[in-house]
């Protein structure tokens, strides 16, 4: 069994920190569950263009308020306590902090090795294999 507390990751190289959001990942890769788990803060007035193409992603917003459009379409979804969006089509969107910070719990399958950030195309790189 693992047991772990999010209060645990803060302060560690395991929380990640960029201008529009903050990430405490607390299930990864290395845990060998299949999926990594997080708890992430989503900035208020943010924009972040995301694109998850080799991952899939399923986010349950906690607290805060925001909103979610996907560019394909530019359909908007507002953000709040207890709405959960699930990136299974590997959604091109735009998240954007509203008002208050926006806290999140996210899952990623193929689970994070807790050191990504995207790059410009919004993408988190897939890990690459060790070598032998």
Known sequence: MIVKNVNDVIGTKDEIKTDNWLSRRVLLKQDG???????????PGTETHIHYQNHLEAVWCIEGDGEVE??????????GPGVVYALNEHDDHWLRGG???????????????????????GVYPVEQPQAA
């Not at 926006?102 to 990504?116: A, D, H, K, M, S």
């Open 33 to 43: 569950m299949g999926f990594s788990f997080h708890e992430t803060v989503i900035f």
């Open 70 to 79: 996907t560019i394909a379409d530019g359909k908007k979804y507002a953000l």
């Open 99 to 121: 008002k208050e910070p926006l806290r999140v719990i996210c899952v990623f399958n193929p689970p994070l090795t807790g050191q990504e950030v995207h790059d410009a195309d």
